[in-house]
């Protein structure tokens, strides 16, 4: 071995840490080297460690600075410990002083290794540099250590010291310094170095061979050291005694196991564990494929190469000593393959497989000898957790039968100890299995498959095993026995054979013979105890040679029946009186370290006894009672009134607001009793604890209280077992008698007995929900570290991470804590990340080996407890090991494995277990990304009541666009074999599927033939059959390899579909978990189902959508700004629909690339694949639409510039003619006339021009709308005084907004509302006056808000479907204005006949309405939409008439031109030259284009800026609607909210107007000015250089006047409008640069003004930034409930297949909502009806009412509303009813009395409340 090995080249050489006293000097030699060696527990390492301060493992030495900082001495630190690798401790700059540090209560045994460790590697001479350091806790104190390190020879006391694990404290790090410095003083200050190790390597070589025969007792000549380390290298397990395995290392998900012929060596050791942890008995059996030849199988034969076989005799034949090879290595003996593994593992994983071990019926290890130090110890921390159930017969007349059930640890039992004395033929082991289980080897014997002769870990080690009695006449034994067997020589392991004899009942020897007598025998001889001798030469029976001495002869007898002579012996010595044995009293024994006093387990274990000592005494039913309130009566009381609130009935609101009451109040008891002492402990201990602490102390707590509740369980489940067998039996014959209610009467009492008596750590965690849903509820924060509820989560989280399982469902309550599992979700995303998972969730019926099967497959830790079954569900989150990731290329990082209550449960009955059966099945099916299906046995009607659970499940699924997968594991198959019978049951089970999914069509109301509808299924590849669990019967019985094989090929199975799915982010877990709980609570599943991360990505997609349509609509204002200006300029006649595609392309695409990242964005890309084809095209709709409404808008301006030519031809001519009168006018009066003559000298000249324009062209007039409303109503046949009287009231205004119609039906067509029966009349009969009263007040209120006159004043409006109406007034006026817009009034003109088509669609559409409804609309209604449809349109009308008369009328044309011709003609009189006045006459022109062109540009900018930076223009439609409503509530106008109910659109519209207004004119006005600004430079510029590039193109090119105003216009054409200037009168220009500084100069004073343009001004141009927003916002679903008048919320107007919906819904009052025949409002919210038994009347008319469980069944208005049910209600709406409770009174004319009382709780919110509550709604 190299002592000083070659330096790691990835670690620095040298790494030196100084504090700030030394830093000077990088090069300082150390004046001491420590290395510091031993167990890594041994010391705290922190920050406050003088010592070490750092976790760091490194073979570097590193200047420590606090120890230069306590002693001013440069003292290096080489930190080793727990270093597996010693031999690289670098020896180039020597070492002073080894301290050894080892823990108190451990320091004799770690001594012990370690030293031999480094006497291996070092040799002897190194001990002089030796300091053992025994560390211990503050409050220990080491009595006794030094006396036992004394017994070593290699300790000397000179070199000892001790100190606490924190190393803070000076004094004793001094003390210690000071015994370095004599020990370096002693050995005359040299360091050790690597000559020295050599030298003393060379001296290891000769050790005193009778010395080291001493230490391995034994052992002959083979060097046992050495053959272990290379048993641990081949199993690539060298590392691990030091670096222990755990469960994290298992607790993850691989590759199925491999098959037993496809494992190498270097894989045995942990393909072992993972075959055990599977319960797979044959990890025992595994066979490595042979890699090297150096290795053999003992069943391998040589062949010899010899082919001349004729002259070989026998002899020759049978002589092998030339195909013989001694030096071949064999295999791992499989013992060893077991013992390395356990001893290699950490106590946790330990424990994991000894459980494993004892559920495949295998001994269990007792006493074994430390590979190294040859220490024994007893694993009782290790055996702990095992929990066995048997049943005693007593022998008497009854042969009475007792269940037992406890932690074996516990179990008082016999014990017969089995010996070897010396070397024999016969196999101790293999006749002890014939004792426990004669089909099994409980104990590894020489027969068994793998044995070899050479065996390195089992001699010493005492096994054991215990038979447990199943209660039938032919077990081998009436009670449970322990059988205890020492492996090898018992001479050679006296230690272990003096432990047994003296805890054994019974002792057993073999021997190979009486002659030879030994000390053993002797003593035993001599004991009380009874002993039985085994003996190899003897041939006799059993005999009895003094009392309790026996001799049985093993020579030529059979093993059975020795075997059964044994038996008679064993009970015969066990029938009188004999000593028992309990596990637990082997840790009072001298000489046996037990593994749990490791300081580290004891710490964990006195926390446990901290809080269990607080139990003792209690009836075990009580203690949940006391020390867990809040998950008993108060919790399930939560439970049940929760529920309650989905099954309202009657007065809703007020029902419901009684039970939030009532929660509130059950939230403040379990607050107030949450802080028990046991509780308060136990959150105490984990917050308080290290991690290897806490997980210890979880550990002590299951261990503990599964100790306390397992005797009081025992009798309860026996009962239950029987009571349960009782009515079983009663429901196979079919007995419907009083007997079987009776039986599961008394079955249910049990079951709440047993349910009392059930106590288990997760009870605890179940409480810490409890408390912390309970306190999060109110809000409270605690002072109190001990008790600060805040941080459970947290302490959950980790659990959960850790591998623990955590409840999901409290099986008792029949309720998910969802407050408390999405807080501890949202920890372990915090800690995690937001990481994927697959969940996998499993079905079945009760008992069937659902977790039995997950444990199996994942090795998980689900209770299986022999008579306990799952209640609820549990949840357990599993790493993807890197390896299966990458080989199956799975896209998510955990298994979430959900383990469930089972269905069918007994003690449920009728009605009661199918609703739970739904409701179970429809969650987890829905939670699993794949479910599997457990069906146990092949019980038909049992299959098919779970077959039509499930399939129902999955239907739901369909319907909610949820979309597991699934695999039907059918356990319990007699047959399996048979391919035939397989195929038999599959085609029967995919008959009884598609026979199941009709029968749930026809209940979920679908079309669907068969299971393959409803999900994707092949029956070849998704049915599993499986073998029955166990190999024969429990509790003896091991579990069937065939089971286990059968259990990893559904692992296989699982993982290729799993390879298929992309998972689920926790986040998204979260939420669907409180989605599909909420929806079970409701009947109606599929109408209740709301994904509310589906709703979220879908809003975050609308948001993205509203920006690719502005980036559209932004680009086509910009193109449609450009174009209009060519038009005018004259540069373009034809807009062509391809120009405008090829202008949009780039943006277009740009858009496309977008959206095509934004749904291939992994994380939301399988819920994003549904909408992208539907967005994908509404983007492409969009994009047309622009397009075709752009080009129509242009066609419009390129029609009007058409319909105008012959004036514009007028005008130019008119132009020309007045530029040269006015020009040779001025000529003649210059000089000569002043400035009044030239004014009137120019009037005659204008005057005679402008006549001759306008010569023969007829003016245009002024449109008379308000007469021509009224003519047109005349001609229809309506009289003058009807007409006048409308026109009057002005009620035609506000005909959409009215509280009700009632005014305008006509009486005689009502039905009769005698017809109602006598109790209605009685009922109503007071209530008549009221009504009267009500609707006086309410038409007064009418007139007093809107000036309306009502002719008559009726009672009986509650008959009338007054929304009907409102929503037939918005149809008629939506297309009355959309066919009214198409009329060409903006080029031809207005037209009356244009009114009369509008009257006659209205008058016609009223017909259609009348003649659908049982009653009729009188005249008056006709008249007053016909001039409200009028009204609406004449704003347009007038706008578009204005623009026709502007564009057409020359008189308008010439006035506005005559201030600027005169300054021409003054220009002209004063002697300018012509090219100032033409300069002058382009700088008029440019003044009018350039501040359009700035205004236009200023409002789509302004949009832009407010779109994206403005917070209510910056989402989607729901981020608007929230804004319009917190603004109506700062207003607090009562009109205004009433324009929001009746025209939300509007509304809408009016907030962004005035929005708009606020940011241009206070809010923003100097942001807004700036934009103005900065257009206003860009078009200075911008006629800047086209001034310059026009100049210089004419001047090259050697022009005129034309070409330069052919240039200038051709440069400006996209931006501004110039109009024609004719250059015939300028032809003379030549100079073009002096033109161009004259344009310059005067494009100085027009730029000045501009800057100071004033944002009113915009509103007299094309665009405006409101328009922009209202078209770009406002184009969305504005459809409103059919119940409260909310409305849709979604982005897209049409939004088909979707439904309508709204995140939250409103109280009915808001829309006037009452109850029939009464004047009582309703204050309802429809998301509370919806979830209630109420019906409602869906026409107003009907006498046939509708249950709003089936809403969507009353019509096409309700059909497409999806209303989900939902208990909370938004405070906003509250708010709003209680704040205009009288205006909503007056203007519906109903109350809020009686059923519509207003509940006490709404009138606590505030208006702050309110707009909060927008927030935290409209955001989540």
Partial sequence: MECDPVEDPHEPQHSVTKSASAASNNTVIPELTLLLTGDRNSIEIGTKNILLDHDEQRNVEQFSAKLYDLCGRHISVINMLGHPNIDRVPLNQGIHAFLLLVPYGRHNSHYKSRVQLLEKTFGRGFLSYV????????????????????????????????????????????????????????????????????????????????????????????????????????????????????????????????????????????????????????????????????????????????????????????????????????????????????????????????????????????????????????????????????????????????????????????????????????????????????????????????????????????????????????????????????????????????????????????????????????????????????????????????????????????????????????????????????????????????????????????????????????????????????????????????????????????????????????????????????????????????????????????????????????????????????????????????????????????????????????????????IYEAHKSQKKQTHNRQTDWSKYPELAADLMISGHPMELMDGDAGYAPLTWISSVLEEVIRKLGDQTVFVLSVLGVQSSGKSTMLNAMFGLQFAVSAGRYTKGAFMQLIKVSEEIRNYLKLKFDYFLVVDTEGLRAVELAGNTTTHHDNELSTFFVGLGNMTLINIFGENSAEMQDVLQIVVQAFMRMKKVKLSPSCVFVHQNVSDIGAAEKNMDGKRRLQEKLDDMAQLAAKEEDCDVKCFSDVIAFDVQKDVKYFAQLWEGSPPMAPPNPRYSENVQELKHIILSKASQSSGITLSYLKRKIQDLWNALMNEQFVFSFKNTLEIAVYRKLEVQYATWTWTLRSNMLTIENQLHTRIENGKLDVVENSYLFTEMSKTFEKIKEEMNLYFEDKRDKDMLVQWRGRFEQKIKEFHEEQVEGVKKTLDEVVQQKKARKKLDDKKTEFENKLLQKSKELAHSLKDKAKEEELKSQFNTVWGELVSELSAGIKPIEDITLEEDQISVLNLLGFEWGLIKECKDSNRYQVLSKLGHYSDYVNQKTQRDLSEESHESKKENKDTGKQGTDVLKSAFNYFKQVTGIVPTTQQKGNSDLSHEQIRSFISQVEQQSLKKIQTKPVATRGYRSTYLQEMAQNVQTKVTEFESQKPYALRKEFTVDLSLYVFDRAGRWLSQSHETYRKNNNAHTYSESKKDQYYSIFRSFWKGNSSAAVFGEMICENLKVSAVQAVCNKTAIDLAGEMRCSFPAFSGNRLNLEKHVLKSLAEKEDFKSFITYIRDPRSQAENFIKDEVHKYMFREQSHKAQNILKNNVDDISEFVSKALFTATQEVKTQKGGTDMWMEQFSSLLKDKLTLDTISCQNFRDINNFDFLKEEIEKGLVPIKTEMSRLSLDKMKDFRLQPDQILIDQLCRCCWVTCPFCAAVCTNTLEDHSPDDHNVPFHRSGSVNGGGFKNTVEMSVDFCTTDVASDNSFYPDGVSEVSVPYKQYRTAGPRFANWRITPDESVLTYWTWFVCRFQQELENYYGRKFEGRGEIPSQWRTHTKQQAIESLDETYSA
Avoid at 606 to 624: P, T, V, Y
């Fill in 131 to 770: 300091m053992t350091v025994v560390t211990h806790e503050s409050n220990e104190k080491c009595e006794g250590a030094l006396a036992d390190l004394k017994a070593n020879s290699s300790f000397a006391e000179k070199r000892y010291h001790t100190c606490t694990r924190t190393m803070t404290d000076e004094k004793e790090i001094v003390s210690l310094l000071e015994k370095i410095d004599v020990m370096v003083s002693e050995n005359d200050h040299q360091s050790y170095s690597r000559l020295m190790c050599v030298q003393n390597k060379d001296q290891k070589e000769h050790l005193d061979h009778n010395s080291y025969k001493e230490e391995r007792v034994g052992t002959g000549t083979v060097d046992v050291e050495k053959e272990i380390e290379t048993l641990l290298s081949r199993l690539h397990l060298q590392d691990k005694l030091q670096q222990k395995l755990s469960p994290a290392d298992f607790l993850k998900i691989g590759p199925p196991v491999k098959p037993s012929n496809d494992t190498c060596e270097k894989e045995l050791a942990y393909t072992f564990l993972q075959t055990l942890l599977a319960l797979d008995y044959r990890a025992r059996h595994i066979l490595v494929k042979q890699e090297s030849p150096e290795v053999s199988h003992s069943q391998s034969a040589p062949v010899s190469d010899s082919t001349d076989t004729d002259d070989n005799d026998l002899d020759e034949f049978f002589n092998t000593d030339e195909d013989s090879d001694q030096s071949k290595q064999t295999h791992v003996h499989p013992m060893d393959v077991q013992m390395a593994v356990f001893h290699c593992s950490d106590s946790f994983l330990k424990q994991d497989m000894v459980k494993k071990l004892s559920q495949c019926q295998y001994a269990l290890p007792l006493l074994v000898p430390d590979p190294v130090t040859m220490d024994i110890e007893c694993p009782l921390w290790t055996l702990r957790q095992i929990i066995k159930t048997w049943k005693v017969t007593e022998i008497n007349d009854k042969d009475t039968i007792t269940m037992k059930s406890m932690p074996i640890c516990k179990a008082e039992t016999p014990m017969v100890s089995f010996f070897r004395l010396g070397s024999l033929s016969q196999s101790k082991s293999h006749l002890m299995n014939s004792l426990i289980n004669d089909t099994h080897s409980t104990f590894f014997h020489r027969n068994c498959k793998g044995s070899t002769k050479s065996r390195h870990l089992m001699d010493g080690v005492a096994e054991i095993a215990w038979y447990f009695p199943a209660g039938n006449p032919n077990d081998s034994f009436t009670d449970c026995i322990a059988f205890c067997n020492l492996h090898g020589d018992a001479l050679m392991t006296e230690k272990q054979h003096e432990i047994l004899i003296d805890k054994s009942s019974v002792n057993v020897v073999f021997v190979p013979t009486t002659q030879k007598s030994t000390a053993v025998l002797s003593a035993l001889l001599k004991s009380p105890k009874p002993l039985i001798i085994l003996v190899a030469d003897k041939d006799c029976g059993g005999v009895e040679k003094k009392p309790g001495k026996y001799i049985v002869g093993l020579k030529e007898r059979s093993q059975s029946d020795v075997a059964e002579e044994l038996k008679m012996t064993i009970k015969k010595t066990l029938s009188g009186p004999h000593t028992s044995f309990q596990l637990e009293s082997m840790s009072k024994v001298s000489g046996v370290r037990v593994d749990e006093d490791d300081p580290v387990c004891q710490k964990g274990k006195s926390a446990a006894m901290k809080i269990l000592n607080l139990l003792q005494g209690m009836d075990i039913s009580k203690i949940k009672e006391k020390f867990l309130p809040c998950q008993g009566n108060l919790w399930h009381e939560w439970c049940r009134i929760k529920k309650e609130l989905y099954h309202l009935q009657g007065n809703i609101e007020k029902e419901k607001s009684q039970k939030e009451q009532a929660l509130t109040q059950i939230r403040q008891e379990q607050c107030s009793v949450s802080h028990t002492n046991l509780m308060k402990s136990f959150t105490e201990s984990l917050l308080s604890l290290p991690s290897t602490h806490k997980e210890y102390f979880l550990k002590w707590m299951q261990i503990l209280i599964d100790a306390l509740s397992t005797d009081d369980l025992a009798s309860i489940l026996q009962r239950y077992d029987e009571k349960w067998s009782e009515v079983l039996a009663l429901k196979r014959k079919h007995d419907k008698s009083p007997l079987l209610d009776r039986k599961q009467n008394e079955l249910e009492q049990i079951s709440k007995e047993l349910q009392s008596a059930t106590f288990g750590l997760e009870h605890i965690f179940r409480e810490m929900g409890q």
